[in-house]
């Protein structure tokens, strides 16, 4: 798989594949994702492949139909700094793709919508914290699986499947995503998944 980032040596499928070696699977997918080549679905099955892959082989058949990674860093991430609050009066936040995440970010929405998604962001640091305030309102956080999740405050759920044991263990040192939320009449709601689309024509 030497074009897909050289994970594996011809010959050695069945070699046990390293935390370190399933992390870079997981980024490329999560650049692949923000690059608008895999969709919600695909995202998330590869994603839950890659954290449980046992072999060089259970990692090469995700990047298959991939093309290599751009070396350097994203081109969102140079000469940009990230904003720190989004505030929505009546109308909605929507972030998401290939964005840089500040380490503290506050979202408040009044009588709206807020949707966050950082699958496929870049963190700033090893410990971000997601402050969301929900008036009469449903904030939305979308987090990737490699990520540990801490939850504090009011009116914060998390989705059932999301707290499932999938069978894989984060390292010590994985990032943190401590979310503080107040939802007043409202939710401030964690998932890894987005809620399911309705058909295109479907009242």
């Given at each position: 798989m030497a074009a897909n980032g050289g994970l594996s040596s011809p010959g050695s499928p069945a070699t046990r594949a390293s935390d370190r070696e399933r992390d870079a699977v997981v980024?490329?997918?999560?650049?692949?994702f923000a690059e608008g080549r895999l969709d919600d679905?695909?995202?998330d099955e590869r994603m839950r492949a890659a954290l449980v892959a046992r072999t060089h082989a259970d990692l090469d058949v995700?990047?298959?139909?991939?093309?290599a990674a751009a070396p350097g860093p994203a081109p969102a991430a140079v000469g940009r700094r990230p904003g720190r609050?989004?505030?929505?009066?009546?109308?909605?936040?929507?972030?998401?793709?290939?964005w840089r995440v500040p380490e503290?970010?506050?979202?408040?929405?009044?009588?709206?919508?807020?949707?966050?998604?950082?699958?496929?962001?870049?963190?700033?640091?090893?410990?971000?914290?997601?402050?969301?305030v929900a008036y009469k309102s449903t904030v939305t956080i979308l987090v990737p699986r490699s990520v540990r999740v801490e939850m504090t405050g009011f009116g914060v759920t998390q989705g059932l499947a999301d707290s499932e044991d999938l069978?894989?263990?984060?390292?010590?040192?994985?990032?943190?995503?401590?979310?503080r939320g107040l939802a007043y009449k409202g939710?401030?709601?964690?998932?890894?998944?987005?809620?399911e689309r309705r058909a295109l024509g479907s009242p």
């Open positions: 980024q490329r997918v999560q650049q692949a679905t695909e995202f995700l990047l298959t139909d991939l093309p609050i989004a505030v929505a009066l009546k109308g909605s936040v929507r972030r998401g793709g290939r503290r970010y506050t979202t408040v929405v009044y009588k709206g919508d807020g949707w966050l998604d950082v699958r496929a962001a870049e963190l700033s640091g090893p410990v971000t914290t997601l402050r969301a069978g894989y263990q984060l390292p010590a040192d994985a990032p943190v995503i401590h979310v939710a401030v709601e964690i998932t890894t998944r987005p809620p």
